[in-house]
């Protein structure tokens, strides 16, 4: 089956850069995207990226993506306290079922 | 913004008992998806449905665990017998035909506790 890895944590102080890193294992993917999910809250789609494209620029928001390596990773510019959450890596496949990381949080300290 | 909606937000159970949750999908969707995560874990499929059935199951969709669209609005996931191993965050999504990026679209989750 589908494997999408992420490292756990990540600690960046305001105004720095972001840099979230995922891993995937399936190339057939149409679409990889990151979800981001405050407390409380459910899974919200932050981007995404068509798997022909190698970055997509969307604001705040760099997503980078190396086919070859199998290798998706978000940037987040200028990173603010309302950017503190809990950060997704998924990839379709299938009959459009998602596989997710474990997910990446991120804490933004003042 | 139009939203999908679970109930309840969260759930204690005995093991051994049923339990129903509730989705509520955005109105104009017609695919829907349920994903479960245990703590500490990933999210991982469970199911899709679509036009009244199953589309796809994960292997961890076994017999104790099923889905209906009892009244074509409510989408629900029903585990039969639960164990303690169904502690987990219970997420519904949806989405419609031809939405931007096949995005699904993810409700705020049911947290079931199995006691």
């Known amino acids: 089956g589908e494997d999408v890895e992420q490292s756990l944590f990540l600690s960046v102080r305001e105004g720095d850069s972001s840099v979230i890193n995922c891993t995937y294992t399936?190339?057939?993917?149409?679409?990889l995207y990151w979800y981001k999910q405050e407390p409380g809250a459910g899974l919200q789609l932050l981007t995404y990226?068509?798997?022909?494209?190698d970055m997509k620029q969307d604001q705040r928001l760099t997503v980078l993506l190396n086919k070859k390596d199998k290798h998706l990773s978000l940037r987040i510019a200028d990173t603010q306290t309302g950017d503190s959450a809990i950060y997704f890596c998924a990839v379709s496949y299938g009959n459009n079922r998602l596989a997710f990381g474990k997910g990446n949080q991120v804490v933004v300290i003042p | 913004e139009p939203e999908v909606t679970q109930t309840p937000s969260h759930q204690v159970t005995q093991m051994g008992q049923e339990v129903i949750l509730r989705c509520v999908p955005i109105?104009?969707?017609?695919?829907f998806y349920w994903y479960r995560q245990i703590l500490g874990q990933k999210v991982e499929f469970l199911v899709s449905f679509y036009n009244n059935e199953i589309s796809e199951k994960s292997e961890i969709f076994d017999d104790q665990f099923s889905v209906e669209r009892p009244d074509g609005s409510n989408f629900t996931l029903k585990i039969r017998s639960t164990k303690l191993e169904d502690s987990a965050m219970y997420f519904c999504a949806t989405n419609a035909p031809g939405t931007r990026a096949n995005e699904q679209f993810f409700g705020p989750g049911t947290r079931l506790t199995v006691l």
């Open positions: 990226i068509f798997s022909n494209m």
């Open positions: 109105s104009n969707h017609l695919y």
């Open positions: 399936d190339s057939s993917s149409t679409y």
